[in-house]
């Protein structure tokens, strides 16, 4: 069974996370959820624990989950991280480890497993030039960038279906 880890961040569209959880299981993927503290401040572990039937990874302990996922032979075929809020994206960009997303993100690309993010901010954050030339950092170093849909002055994640097509395509 192909595994996905999703890292998810403080954003507000980090609710469409846990039907995006489900579908991705639909389809036959083991689903790990990864959550930083400012997402566990818009929705609670507890949901995303209930959405992919396993223990939700908040914190990164002596068990080494980030190893054992995302490094070399980890389990992890990709690490979606989505929603990816600016903070994230750019302390990725930059080699910042410190939260549990961050770690993952570090340690898949020390690996060279698959990463795709799926931005979500507002458009004035988005169009920041400093979050702009992070991800084109990203996407220099192989990270797939999830396109996504700008309206209301908001870059709105991605439809889920749309994110699961892309997984798909991505695992292909
Ligand atoms: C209700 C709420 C919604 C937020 N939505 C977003 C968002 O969509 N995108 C974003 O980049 N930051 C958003 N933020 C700000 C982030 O939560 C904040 O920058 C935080 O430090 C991100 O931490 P993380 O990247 O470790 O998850 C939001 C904050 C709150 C309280």
């Given at each position: 069974m192909p595994c996905i880890v999703i890292g998810v961040c403080g954003s507000v569209a980090a609710v469409r996370i846990p039907e995006l959880v489900r579908e991705l299981k639909r389809k036959g993927f083991e689903v790990n959820c990864v959550m930083t503290e400012a997402a566990k401040g818009i929705i609670h572990p507890n949901v995303l624990e209930w959405a992919s039937e396993?223990?939700?990874?908040?914190?990164?302990?002596?068990?080494?989950?980030?190893?054992?996922?995302c490094g070399i032979g980890g389990k992890a075929d990709?690490?979606?991280i989505c929603p990816a809020t600016s903070n994230t994206?750019?302390?990725?960009?930059?080699?910042?480890?410190?939260?549990?997303v961050t770690t993952f993100a570090a340690t898949a690309l020390g690996s060279g497993k698959k990463i795709a993010i799926v931005p979500a901010m507002h458009e004035s954050m988005y169009k920041n030039p400093f979050v702009k030339e992070n991800l084109e950092k990203?996407?220099?170093?192989?990270?797939?960038?999830?396109?996504?849909?700008?309206?209301e002055n908001k870059v709105k994640l991605m439809d889920n279906e749309k994110i699961v097509q892309e997984v798909l395509r991505l695992l292909k």
């Open positions: 396993k223990p939700v990874i908040e914190k990164v302990t002596g068990a080494v989950e980030h190893v054992k996922l990709l690490l979606l994206i750019s302390k990725i960009a930059n080699g910042i480890d410190d939260t549990t990203l996407k220099k170093a192989g990270v797939k960038i999830l396109e996504p849909k700008i309206e």
